[in-house]
């Protein structure tokens, strides 16, 4: 079955520091994917779609400077949290739909726990 | 009000219980439905699709209520294993809603 890599898994940084997380699809192009935040005992909350060649596009409320996000070949989405502070502390997981998968399945990475000292 | 509501939990059963959860979604545009199973820490897997004429998969059965916009999973003969939060996601193009997900606890 199709595979999204996320790495680090997990990471503890200091207040001000940024940190990018990778998002890899192992066994297909992703032409789109997803990067979500979880905080505990939350649902997952969409924070932006990454389309290969062209911009995010952000929820409301997720800034995008903050949320660098590239997406720039079609087994690769970065996310940069910049300048991270306690607040970002949470739990990131990417997905990605697929060319020649079913457009019904998102495939979701093992998520990268982030915490900001 | 939440794009996608559902049942608080936590629903602690004993096993072969049979439990029903319930999800409603505010987007009548909404395409397609799903549950997902997402275990503690862990990222959520797709348990299934769900389909307007209802959908079984061994002990899981799907239903839709597009008129009444509601979704529900049906597990049968719980087991153990099958202790996680369920997610139901509704989506519309590319655009995927989570509900906040029903934690699901079954004992021996």
């Known amino acids: 079955g199709a595979v999204v890599s996320q790495h680090p898994s997990r990471v503890i940084c200091k207040s001000g520091t940024s940190v990018k997380i990778e998002c890899r699809s192992l066994?297909?192009?992703?032409?789109?994917m997803f990067w979500y935040r979880q905080f505990p005992k939350q649902s997952l909350m969409l924070m932006a779609t990454?389309?290969?060649?062209?911009?995010?596009?952000?929820e409301q409320g997720v800034e995008k400077d903050k949320f660098l996000i590239n997406h720039a070949s079609l087994t690769l989405s970065t996310l940069t949290v910049t300048s991270a502070h306690p607040e970002d502390s949470s739990f990131y997981i990417c997905s990605a739909l697929g060319q020649g998968l079913s457009t019904d399945t998102q495939y979701f990475g093992p998520g990268t726990r982030l915490t900001v000292l | 009000r939440k794009e996608v509501e559902q049942d608080p939990g936590p629903f602690n059963v004993p096993e072969g219980a049979t439990v029903a959860f319930n999800c409603t979604y505010s987007?009548?545009?909404?395409?397609?439905f799903f549950w997902y199973r997402q275990d503690c820490r862990k990222e959520p897997k797709l348990l299934m699709s769900v389909y307007s004429s209802g959908n079984e998969d061994g002990r899981f059965t799907a239903q839709l209520n597009r008129a009444s916009q509601y979704i529900s999973l049906l597990i049968r003969d719980s087991k153990l294993s099958d202790s996680a939060t369920y997610l139901c996601?509704?989506?519309?193009?590319?655009?995927?809603?989570f509900g906040a997900g029903t934690r699901l606890t079954v004992k021996p």
């Open positions: 987007n009548s545009a909404s395409q397609s």
């Open positions: 990454s389309n290969e060649g062209s911009k995010a596009t952000y």
């Open positions: 996601v509704v989506r519309n193009n590319n655009d995927m809603r």
């Open positions: 066994d297909f192009q992703a032409t789109t």
